[in-house]
Structures are given as C-alpha cells and as structure tokens.
C-alpha cells in the first residue's frame, strides 16, 4: 500500500534515510525520540517534503512529485486540525468541497460520518464550544469522510489525557478496520502503538533500526525496543 | 522614581492643557471655517485609513506566501517610516505626483490632463504613503499568526487559493484589518505637517493646521485654544475605539517567521502577487529615490543657514533622545513591575491623544509671562518631542525589561543585587539593544519633526525640517531638495549610529 524506496533527505546536519513498506490494511508506529526524523518521514509521505532520492509509493502508484492535495491520504496532527471559526458540521463538510457548497446527498454524508464518531447532537458547536476529546472526533469524522486508502496520524491525541486517549485509540482502530485504512502513526508512546497498530518501525538519528510485526517483538523484545517498553 | 516621573509626564501634558482650557473660556462658539476643518479631518483620516488598509491587503498576502531575495529587506523598510521627516517625503511625493513631477510630464507626453496634488486627494496619497507600511506590517503579522498546521491542512484538503482566502484570511482579516484602520484614522487626524505643505485653503484644513493658523497668523489664542481642545476630544474618540478593539502591535520585530506554504503556486497568482509587491516597492521608493537624485548634486552650494540650522537640529535631537530615555526608562521599569501598569501606559499614550501642537500651545501660554516666546522655542520642541516619542519608547523597552526580569531577576534578587548595581550589571546590560533603538527613534522623531518649531520659531533659529520648509515655500525647490537629502541623512544616521551602538557587544 505504502512504499518508500530508499528515500533519503538531508538538511542542516541531519540525514534521513528510509526504507520502508506497509501493506494494505496494516497499521504502522513510527517511534523514536524527538529529533529522529519522524515528522520528516511523515511530511515526505505527505508531501510536504521531497525526498533528495529515493520514490513514494502509495496504492501502487508513484507519488513522489505529487503535490499535497492529490496524494490520496488524510492526515490527523496533534491540534489544529479544525478551524475555529467554523461549526463542527462544517469542518467536517470540507472534506466533501472546501468551497462547503453541499448537496443534500453530501449534507446527509456529513450527518452520517459524525454520528460514526458519536457527534450527532453537536454539529452545530465550533471548537471553542467542544471539549479536547470531540475536537479530535470532529477531526475524525472528516477523515472517515474523505474515505482516502492512507492515514497518516501525527502524534495524535497527544493533548488529551491518558482515559481520552486510550478511548480515542480504539475509536480509530474501529473505524480503521471498517473501512479497511491504512495507516501510519507518529508517537512517541509504545503503549499507543500497542493499543492500535499491527506493525513497528523505530526511527533513530534519522536511519530505521527496527521494523516489523509488533506483537512478536513485545512477546521477546529486541535490545532496540527496551528503553521504550 | 518612576512614579515621579509619570508624574512629571502627566504634569507635562495635563499642565499645557490646562492652560489652553483656561485660556479657551471666553470663546462660545467654533464658526463654520472651525467646523469646515473637522468634517475635513475626520474625512481625510477616514479615506486615508481605508486606502492604506485596502491596498495593504494584496501586498502582506503576498508577502507572507512568496519567498524571494530582499523580502527582510523590504520588510524591514517597511518599519522605515516612522524614522522617515514627513517633510523629506512630501518633496519626494511632489517630484513624483506634483505638477512639475513624473506622472504629470508622462500624462502630458501623451496628451492627458496633468493632476494636481494639492488638496484633498494630496493629503491621502502622503498618509497612504506613510501609513501603507504600517498596515502591511500589521496585517502580515495576522497572516503569520495563522498556524502553520493550518496551511498543511488547508493542502491536505486541496484548498484553492480561493478557499483559504474564505477560511482563513478572511477571518483573520475580520479580526486584525479594523484595529489597523483606527491606528492609522487616528495618525491621520493629528497630521499637521501634511497638511500644511499640501493642504491649507477653506477646503483643505485640518484642526491642527487651523490651530497653527490660529496661533501665526492671528495670534487668536482663543481660538486656537478652543481648536486644541475639539483636537484633543477627536483624538479621546480615536483612541478610545483603538483600545475597545485592542490593536496588535506593528513596532515589534520577529516578523519574518517562516511559514511554510504549499498555495498560491499557480501562474496567475504568482503574477498578482509580484505585481503587488512591485508596485507597493514602487510607491514607496521612488519619491525617496527622486529626493536624493534631485538633491544630492546641491547638497554642497546649500546656504549656510541650512548648516546651522541642521547644526542646531542635531542638538535637539540629542537632546530629545536623552530626555526622551530618562524620562521612559523609570517609567517602563515600574510598568514591568505590573504595579498600576495601566494607569501608567495611558499616561505613557497621553501624548498621543493630546497632539504635540496642543501641548506646544499650552506651554506657549505658560511661558509667557516669563520668557520670550521665541527663545523657548527650542526647550520647548525638545520636550514635546520628547513626550510624543514617550509612548513608542515604552513599547520598546517594557517588553525588553520584562524579558531581562524574567530570565535574570530571580538570580540577581539570589545575589542580592539591588538598586544601582542591579540597574548597571543586570538591566542596562541586557537591554541594551532597546535602549539604543529607543533613543535611535527619538532622535530621529526629532530630527525630522516640523510640528511645533513652527509655532514659535525665530526666522533665524529654524531646525533643519523648517528651514527646508521656508525653502519650499520661497520656491527655492533646488536648495530644498539638497536640505531634504543633508535631513534624510540625518535623521537614518541619527537613528543607525545609535541603534548600531545598542548593538554592539549586546548581550545575547
């Protein structure tokens, strides 16, 4: 589903080089400390970044000089995701058309996707009006909407607390596995990667020093694995 | 002592006003030429106000998507005016604009009417030209405030260009365009220099230029009193409707954060944009440019009244600059203390709702009965200059304080360092910086004031604005060119040297 091929980027002293696939319907954790180049892998997927060498794949084709918009992901960052001035019907809705001019079938899909995430009543709120935990499933909703083959989650959930975030955690793993995702999540919490992903990959002063399945690896943890357990 | 000092400014500024209240008793009613200038005033600023906020508009979006050579730069120029002599510029404009200026030779090359500039309409074009920066530099700083996710998140989702101008900058227009306009409205209503080059006449007149008037040529004092005061009640309202929309600040540096943008890549908009940047460069640019052209050749031929009169304008300078620090000093460290911190900021800003011309009018009637006017017309302008730098000041050091206390205060208060030394090995050392910048836009302030020197001042005890000024008015245009360069020097060079020498050796 995801694949980079020998990718490398370099700037300001530091040099990334990755190595990397994931099939279609696995989910990944991307762990390592700060500075060890997991933002970097995530915005080269992303596009936000291209990579010096190497190619982007995603659902087999070649995305490498794709621009942002066209690569077919949704991605989730830790906060500001949604627009504080538009209601949270809204916010999901611009994952239909950002100019949020909506057909009724639309309307209706935006109704459906926040009732998946358990925001039925509250489509009316802005931001400012949702506590942390709806926020995220604002965010949710439009990505469930968007319906893209590829999730790239970027430390999510991190502002919340720990009861939130384990809820939060499953409610991904749910709608994931309902809609078949992919996915990539960035943390730096063994105990998230646990909670949702099927696969590990730990990222460390910018070159892969472990990757595979995650639940061997937490029945006999490698030398690598120790200081995060 | 710093209290006292707020005092001191408070007396400095209440004192004057009360003497022109007194004074403005006998006086009932404001005839119609009176109520011509405030429809006048209050039009003109507003017409200033919007253009220079419209035309900002496409030129901070395009500075805050495009990355090329020489935007810090620009930028940072952007800042300039504040340091610039109105009247330096007004000559530039009029090279450009004026009957005898570019525009008009090209139009009548192709055989259009010529413009004039005098008037209405050359008023709004020298406050556009002094406020279009300003608003650029406020209305960038919303734009970089927009996070940065924002923006990625904006490419996730495949916004146009038009999409992030609905979601995002719209918005953030709403918020931040309203606060830059009553700056500038408020600016625009104490104007005087501009309005006595390009105004002037039944139809042209601001309130501070009816005062000035008042004042010269009928030595009506009455009147002119009566005139502060419906100033003063103007700029209590403009002021007033800043504070209730609580204005970001446009003075601070740190606005070149980069934000990375992934919009706005199309042919189209890279066009609209270097159009925009172009033109604003163009604008505000060239009539510098034409001054120095023009001037530069004469600067060695000037009469040597211009000399003396500049000799004089430098030892204002300095000393405004050195009033101007003692008198903020004190008072932005009790600011820092957060003891009464606004009481002391509105009497910090009182200067700026109380206009220099006022406070120049009521110190004239204080000092009457016990010196000549004209030979106070020096101390004087030197502490009204002071008092309207004040407000500037404090922004420029409080934050510099603030910093200094957080960071080292606890340690020093650990080494029980108090007092002086503290002041000596602690805060000046650290603020360093601030202090040079201050006393940098002091003196440059000064240098190119033309506000209330030309209440009282003697034919020979001109500074160097006034001097450039009778110039102009004798239509010696080749000397006033060459004075405007040797000002404009002047007054950059004032303000480097010293903001250089906070800089050199700062600490970090």
């Known amino acids: ?229 | 002592m710093g209290a006292a000092v707020a005092v001191l400014v408070l007396l400095a500024v209440l004192g004057p006003l009360s003497a022109v209240l007194w004074r403005a008793e006998g006086v009932t009613a404001l005839g119609p030429p009176d109520l011509s200038a405030i429809r006048f005033t209050i039009w003109q600023a507003i017409l200033s106000a919007l253009f220079s906020v419209a035309l900002a508009v496409p030129v901070a979006r395009a500075l805050a998507r495009r990355r090329f050579a020489g935007r810090a730069t620009l930028i940072e120029l952007m800042g300039a005016p504040f340091i610039l002599p109105v009247i330096v510029a007004v000559l530039g404009l009029l090279a450009i604009f004026g009957r005898r200026g570019v525009l008009n030779a090209g139009l009548g090359a192709v055989g259009l009417p010529g413009i004039e500039i005098y008037g209405l309409h050359g008023v709004v074009l020298a406050h556009v030209f002094f406020n279009l920066p300003l608003a650029v530099r406020l209305l960038l700083q919303g734009w970089l405030a927009i996070p940065a996710e924002r923006f990625r998140l904006a490419a996730t989702l495949g916004f146009t260009s038009r999409d992030i101008a609905r979601h995002m900058e719209w918005p953030m227009l709403r918020t931040v365009a309203p606060g830059a306009f009553l700056v500038i409205f408020l600016i625009c209503t104490t104007s005087f220099a501009v309005a006595l080059i390009l105004g002037g006449g039944p139809r042209a007149t601001t309130v501070e230029l009816a005062i000035y008037q008042a004042f010269r040529y009928e030595f009506d004092l009455g009147r002119a009193a009566l005139l502060g005061l419906v100033q003063v009640a103007i700029c209590i309202v403009a002021g007033a409707m800043v504070l209730w929309v609580r204005v970001p600040g446009g003075m601070g540096t740190g606005l070149d954060r980069p934000v990375e943008r992934y919009d706005g890549q199309g042919r189209l908009t890279r066009f609209v944009d270097g159009t925009a940047i172009a033109l604003a460069a163009l604008f505000l640019l060239l009539p510098i440019l034409a001054v120095l052209l023009k001037g530069a050749a004469g600067l060695w031929a000037l009469p040597g009244t211009v000399w003396q009169a500049a000799l004089r304008s430098i030892l204002l300078s300095l000393a405004t600059a050195g009033v101007a620090v003692t008198l903020s000093l004190p008072m932005a460290m009790l600011i820092a203390k957060g003891r009464v911190k606004g009481l002391l900021e509105t009497i910090g800003a009182l200067t700026i709702a109380v206009s220099p011309l006022v406070i120049g009018t009521g110190l004239f009637l204080m000092l009457r009965p016990y010196m000549a006017p004209q030979s106070s017309a020096l101390p004087v302008t030197g502490l009204v200059n002071a008092l309207a730098a004040l407000p500037f000041l404090l922004r420029a050091l409080v934050p510099a304080i603030e910093e200094a206390e957080a960071g080292y205060g606890r340690l020093a208060e650990s080494l029980g360092m108090s007092g002086w030394q503290r002041m000596r090995h602690v805060l000046l050392p650290r603020i360093r910086r601030a202090l040079g910048f201050s006393a940098g836009l002091a003196a440059a302030m000064s240098m190119g004031d033309l506000g209330v020197i030309t209440l009282f001042a003697a034919p020979q005890q001109g500074t160097l604005p006034l001097e450039m000024f009778r110039l102009m008015g004798s239509f010696r245009t080749h000397d006033a060119q060459a004075a405007a360069v040797l000002l404009l020097a002047l007054s950059l060079g004032l303000f480097w040297i010293f903001d250089r020498g906070g800089r050199v050796n700062a600490a970090t």
Request: hydrophobic share 45%; aromatic share 4%; proline share 7%.
């Open chain 1, 1 to 229: 589903m995801l694949r980079l091929e020998t990718v490398s980027r370099s700037f300001d002293g530091f040099r990334l080089h990755a190595d990397l696939a994931v099939a279609r319907g696995a989910r990944l954790a991307v762990l390592g400390p700060s500075g060890g180049g997991k933002t970097t892998l995530l915005n080269m997927i992303a596009g936000f970044l291209r990579p010096d060498s190497g190619k982007v794949w995603i659902d087999g084709q070649d995305v490498t000089d794709w621009p942002v918009p066209d690569r077919p992901l949704s991605l989730l960052f830790q906060e500001g995701n949604l627009f504080p001035h538009l209601s949270a019907f809204d916010n999901v809705a611009l994952g239909v058309v950002p100019s949020l001019r909506l057909h009724e079938a639309d309307r209706a899909a935006v109704a459906q996707a926040l009732q998946q995430v358990g925001l039925s009543g509250l489509a009316d709120r802005t931001p400012g009006d949702l506590s942390g935990g709806q926020r995220s499933r604002v965010a949710l909703a439009r990505m469930l909407l968007r319906d893209k083959p590829l999730a790239l989650l970027d430390e999510p959930f991190a502002a919340l607390d720990p009861g939130l975030r384990r809820e939060m955690l499953a409610l991904v793993g749910e709608l994931c596995a309902a809609q078949g995702l992919t996915l990539v999540m960035v943390s730096h919490e063994l105990r998230d990667a646990e909670r949702l992903c099927t696969d590990l990959c730990l990222l460390e002063d910018g070159a892969v020093t472990l990757n595979g399945a995650l639940a061997p690896m937490l029945e006999a943890p490698p030398p690598a694995l120790t200081p995060w357990l």
